[in-house]
């Protein structure tokens, strides 16, 4: 996790606040000298919450809301934005997305930590880069795949998390919690399973865990099917209508064909790579 952040009052609650987070919940949090200089870095992508005020002090020593006002906005996207203010009873709420999370700068910088880790988690966004959770079949085609992908992942450096069990025992055992914590969950959608009209599958177990993946918060944008798909009708493999939102990296024989349009794919998504 990384977090980049501003504030134009003296550092001391800001530095507080890093400490807590990266020594508690291994939390990156870089401080930045002026509002510029966060906005240039929100643009590069490579933060995952951003942290300031609201109310920026003018040349003269006054407050300026306004000022604080503009940076939020411009700062509202996907990307959580805390506010951390003392003027937290001043704000109307409704006035601003849900990406904007206001919080009273009079609670203690430790309790702070733990309310942005917390929202975090809510909102799909403490994530482990480190870690991409595999979903694969159980038929021949899919192990070999899901070996060769494995023996992949590891190279470069990424920790491979899978369900060892069925789905049911396995959702008992904190499958959910499991798979929310990765940065990327990736899918090995193989022909499988025959279905009466001569057309291919991918097993029901892949199905079910797409499923939940996708009712994570941001499964969706984490979620990375690779799909075999050849000329001849053994070799393709047909996914349930629902997931037709969702972009497939399609692979005729061989899963390692695909494996650059995969990194960069991970890449996007934050993995430490």
């Given at each position: 996790m990384r977090g980049i952040a501003w504030d134009d009052k003296p550092a001391d609650y800001l530095e507080i606040l890093r400490h807590h987070l990266q020594d508690y919940y291994n939390v990156k949090m870089v401080i930045?000298?002026?509002p510029v200089e966060l906005l240039a870095a929100t643009r590069e992508g490579l933060w995952d919450f951003v942290v300031t005020d609201w109310v920026m002090e003018t040349e003269d020593g006054t407050e300026d809301k306004k000022i604080g006002l503009d940076l939020v906005h411009r700062l509202s996207g996907d990307l959580p934005v805390f506010v951390v203010t003392r003027q937290f009873k001043a704000i109307e709420l409704?006035?601003?997305?849900?990406n904007v999370i206001f919080k009273s700068k009079s609670t203690l910088p430790a309790w702070m930590a733990h309310d942005i880790v917390s929202d975090l988690r809510s909102r799909g966004v403490f994530v482990d880069h480190r870690k991409v959770f595999l979903i694969?079949?159980?038929?021949s085609e899919a192990?070999?795949?899901a070996q060769t992908l494995e023996l992949f992942l590891e190279e470069i450096g990424l920790q491979v998390v899978t369900a060892k069990m069925d789905v049911q025992?396995?959702?008992l055992q904190?499958?959910?919690d499991r798979m929310n914590e990765c940065g990327a969950i990736l899918a090995?959608?193989?022909p499988d399973d025959l279905w009466p009209d001569g057309t291919r599958h991918v097993r029901h177990n892949v199905v079910l865990e797409i499923g939940i993946a996708v009712g994570l918060k941001r499964g969706l944008q984490r979620l990375i099917i690779l799909q075999q798909w050849g000329p001849s009708p053994e070799l393709k493999t047909h996914l349930p209508s629902d997931l037709s939102q969702v972009v497939s990296i399609r692979f005729y024989n061989q899963i390692e064909d695909v494996f650059g349009k995969l990194q960069s794919r991970l890449e996007t998504l934050g993995a430490q790579i």
């Open positions: 930045v000298d002026s409704s006035d601003f997305p849900n694969k079949g159980m038929g192990d070999g795949s025992t396995e959702i904190g499958l959910i090995i959608c193989t």
